[in-house]
Structure formats: C-alpha cells, structure tokens
C-alpha cells in the first residue's frame, strides 16, 4: 500500500483546504485516518472512518469544522478543513489501518503517506 497525501498549502484562518489521500487498490478494504504533527509536538489523531467510509470519528478538535470522506471507486480518502484555526497548522498525515474499521490510535496503523503541510495564518 503506497499513501500519497497532497491538498496542503497556507491560507487564512477562517480558510478552507482539502487534502487528498490516494490509497491505492490495496487499501480499499482497510479503515483509514488522518493525523497531524504540529512542531514541537507529538502525532495526533484528527479523523477516521471505515473501509466503506461509515462510521466518520473526530478529535474533539475538529469536530463540526472538518469532514472526512472516501471515493472507493477512486481509491482515495480526503479531509474536508473548513474553518481553519491557527492551531491547525501541521503536518497532515493519512494512514491506513490494519483493521477494517477505522481507529484514534496510530498503532491500529500499518502504512503512512508521507505528510503535506498545513499553515494557517492571519
């Protein structure tokens, strides 16, 4: 399973981007999530869902502003970020689970992309 993430880049708090994952055939049956690393801090838990996309699950912290969803015919999993703080600026990250369902928790992870930068400013 190769994950390659893009959408990153730097907009305005209040902004909105969306970050794309694409998954690949062979993660079509696995839950997948993105996490974000702020400098200095460690990797958190932003939003996952299962392999057939029920079941979306938040941080508290992005609950109501961010949407996580998939295009299985696409083999692709994005993050919707409306409503863009400056505390969301990070490195984004998508994963794939080992499991069907999605998880909070980056042990449940077998592969990662390799991340796109988020930088919300003013």
């Known amino acids: 399973v190769q994950l390659q993430a893009s959408g990153g880049g730097q907009v305005q708090i209040g902004g909105s981007l969306r970050l794309s994952c694409a998954a690949g055939?062979?993660?079509?049956?696995?839950?997948m999530g993105w996490f974000r690393q702020a400098p200095g801090k460690e990797r958190e838990f932003v939003a996952t869902l299962d392999w057939n996309g029920a079941n979306p699950h938040y941080a508290d912290s992005v609950k109501g502003r961010f949407t996580i969803s998939r295009d299985r015919v696409k083999n692709t999993v994005y993050l919707q970020m409306n409503s863009l703080k400056a505390e969301d600026t990070a490195v984004y990250y998508c994963a794939a689970s080992r499991y069907a369902r999605g998880s909070s928790q980056t042990g449940a992870y077998v592969k990662w992309g390799q991340g796109t930068q988020v930088t919300v400013s003013s």
């Open positions: 055939r062979t993660a079509s049956n696995n839950g």
